[in-house]
């Protein structure tokens, strides 16, 4: 029988992939229908810009891909783990990636690109910091890999091989909380522009408190 996945990693996942939603939509709504998150997509572009001359443009892409992997760097230091465990730095990591957030909301007001780098920053941190716990992989900030490995899922099922629940549901929750934040960033953006970007911001930051606080119970 699988292991079964503690309370706290469904819970963090499903608010950090809703967060993740919610930041990529208010990116692509707002700024040059540039996604956040969507780093395949982001590469492309990149090729296509080198490809045509586009010198601008190129370094905008790169620009985003670098910050990306900067915050992912970044939760690397903090962390020092490919592995999702309790007693690692998550606290810290979690309010950096609020500030981050915070921080992103006038420099996108003020159109400066450095905004939306912050938040490429951000989600990268994010992504990086929630990588594996018990053989699970967990992505946050993309769901690609939770659609591949549902399908594959269904596949077997199809062939009549064991069906791995715990990562069936595990990829649904992903994917249904990051449509969520979507549709939320998105009423969110056409309500209050990118000032939108606060509540994630603030979820982001709650979400680390909880998790400081649970480790301090736990001792």
């Given at each position: 029988?699988?292991?079964?996945?503690?309370?706290?990693?469904?819970?963090?996942?499903a608010a950090l992939a809703f967060v993740a939603g919610m930041v990529n939509v208010v990116g692509y709504l707002g700024f040059e229908?540039?996604?956040?998150?969507?780093?395949?997509?982001t590469t492309t572009l990149l090729g296509a810009a080198l490809a045509q001359g586009q010198g601008g443009a190129a370094l905008q892409l790169a620009g985003m891909v670098l910050a990306f992997v900067a915050g992912a760097a970044l939760s690397g230091l903090l962390i020092q783990d490919s592995v999702l465990r309790l007693g690692r730095r998550?606290?810290?990591?979690?309010?950096l990636e609020a500030l981050l957030l915070a921080a992103a909301v006038p420099l996108f007001?003020?159109?400066?690109?450095s905004g939306p780098l912050l938040a490429a920053g951000a989600?990268?941190?994010?992504?990086?910091?929630?990588?594996t716990y018990s053989g699970a992989v967990v992505r946050t900030s993309h769901v690609s890999g939770m659609f591949t490995d549902l399908g594959i899922m269904i596949g077997h099922a199809l062939r009549g091989l064991p069906l791995a629940r715990?990562?069936?549901?595990?990829c649904l929750v992903i994917i249904s909380a990051f449509l969520a934040g979507s549709g939320a960033g998105?009423?969110?953006?056409a309500n209050a522009g990118y000032a939108a970007l606060y509540l994630p911001a603030l979820l982001t930051g709650?979400?680390?408190?909880?998790?400081?606080?649970?480790?301090?119970r736990e001792g």
């Open positions: 029988m699988a292991e079964r996945l503690a309370t706290w990693v469904w819970v963090g996942a229908h540039q996604a956040i998150t969507h780093l395949t997509g998550y606290g810290v990591a979690l309010t007001q003020r159109g400066q690109f989600i990268g941190l994010q992504n990086a910091m929630a990588t715990r990562r069936l549901w595990l998105a009423f969110a953006f709650v979400t680390g408190v909880a998790y400081a606080l649970r480790r301090r």
